[in-house]
């Protein structure tokens, strides 16, 4: 058809579909390129996520390897400054770019505190500007903003008026539960119900009876047998060791310096264990394990004493406890400090255990018994202070005992 012979209605349909295929194409390509910048924003989001990840269980790990330096009672109050983990976590964030970068985290950027399942919470002293006593997390906010690092810059966003756009990411690495004790670790014939946590540490927990306080005794990974349970605690005496130059007797001199026994125990050391393991546990009073001679406290120095009763038969459990709270660090010769297994229970109550339960995690408690025999009564708190043994947290909170490798909590 001869243009000429088109109406001029048409003709201006033909103009006017152009301008909006035009108008259309220049959106589509400001859509497209503003998704690039959209992509390479979410991929420097996600460098700078590696990089919080990497420099909080940069953080935390020094916090575990500077408390397995120290005994228990000097973990119990030591201090870190935010300038001091601050330049550790540096020390690996300055090895990872974000857009092309080095992350420096500003000290601001860097939270040391105690990880409550939600947030960190500074636990500052007051005697030192800037320190926390005894945390157990570190947070680590790694940014390319106007603050640190420069915002990262736009390719064609640009022509939208955004030249340079704002990204960070936040990661928290906390000291948790340890998923396993070592060799020797465990020396405590009982264990805590997990609906004991969490509690308030201070409340007394009655383990001798147990019928409805939330713990039971176990004999290991052996079944509960009385006589069993008597040998296998003088056993943990008589193979425990001091280190060389110590002024306490080492379990078989004590043993034998302080009783006549009729034949030596067999020595023991308890085997590594680790959450998911079971225990046979048991209510009720053992009370087999407070039968025997014992040594009057109020003349006991940590190696000798004065002996009541059957010499050829200490009371297993007495025994155990005399001889391991002089020898716990825990700066308090009156009780005992000591490693349990926390074992499974029905949400929101007690049962009175007989059964083989599996270990759902561990904590540190502090034993205490006020009377000798007859009295069989023993009590016990979960302690309130941080404890940090060697090892993988195993992500959950049972007091405050702690493993030395941190975990990614946020």
Known sequence: MDPKDVPAERNGQNGATA????????????????????????STRNELQNTADAGALAGAGYLGREYLNLPYLQQRSKTFTRGEVAAVVNEVTLKNRAAGVAITIAPDDVIVGNWNGTEVIPNPDPNVEGAVISPDAVQVTARRDGT???????????????????????AVAALTGPSEVAEGE???????????????????ITFSPTTSSCAGWHNFFDPINASQ???????????????????????????????????????????????????????GTISSLFNGSYLVRETYDGNTGTVVGNLKQPAPFLALYDYFRYRDDDGDNSVWTATIPVYKDFEGSCRNPNTAIPIVGFAKIIVRMPNPPPDSNVSVNVDCNLSVIEGRGGGVTYGNLKGSIPNLVK
């Open 229 to 283: 349970m008597e040998k296998k605690l003088l056993g943990l005496i008589e193979g425990h060791r001091m280190p060389n130059g110590s002024s306490l007797l080492s379990g078989k001199q004590w043993l034998e310096r302080n009783f006549d026994l009729n034949k030596d125990p067999d020595p023991k050391t308890t085997p590594e264990t680790s959450t998911g393991d079971s225990y046979e546990f048991q209510g």
């Open 148 to 170: 640190a690092n420069n915002p990262v810059t736009t390719f064609f966003a640009r022509a939208l008026g955004i030249v340079n756009m704002p990204v960070a990411a936040v």
């Open 186 to 204: 465990l020396k405590t014939p009982f264990g805590l119900s997990q609906n004991v946590f969490p509690n308030n540490c201070r409340d007394l």
């Open 19 to 42: 301008v909006i295929v035009a108008i259309c194409l220049v959106a589509l390509i400001g859509f497209a390129a503003l998704a690039i910048d959209i992509g390479y924003l979410y």
